[in-house]
Nanobody, 116 residues
Framework: QVQVMESGGGSVQPGGSLRLSCAAS????????MAWYRQFPERQREMVAI???????AYAEEVKGRFTISGDITENTVSLQINSLKPEDTDVYYC??????????WGQGTQVTVSS
């Protein structure tokens, strides 16, 4: 079964930057979109950015102008550039690859901690 793996999380000070990356263990066919979510303990997982196969992107309101999603559908990779980090961005970030053939494929998550 294909695995989706995130990397790039860590601890940074407010105002800092991180780049999260996501890759699949093998090729995934019929990808519809790739997205990043985040979840704080005891809260609902929320989408922060999505990249559609036709190139369109969308962002949660609170991250617009600070987060940038990019990816390569053919390589099954997606990244999230996070700038101007705030303490409230502290969360576990998850990658999701949506395939019309394989369904929703989630990674295990990567921790982002923002504190001074």
């Amino acid at each position: 079964q294909v695995q989706v793996m995130e990397s790039g999380g860590g601890s940074v000070q407010p105002g800092g930057s991180l780049r999260l990356s996501c890759a699949a263990s093998r090729s995934i066919s019929n990808i519809v979109s790739m997205a990043w979510y985040r979840q704080f303990p005891e809260r609902q997982r929320e989408m922060v950015a999505i990249l559609a196969t036709r190139g369109g992107t969308a962002y949660a309101e609170e991250v617009k102008g600070r987060f940038t999603i990019s990816g390569d559908i053919t390589e099954n990779t997606v990244s999230l550039q996070i700038n101007s980090l705030k303490p409230e961005d502290t969360d576990v970030y998850y990658c999701k690859i949506i395939s019309s053939r394989s369904g929703d494929l989630w990674g295990q998550g990567t921790q982002v901690t923002v504190s001074s």
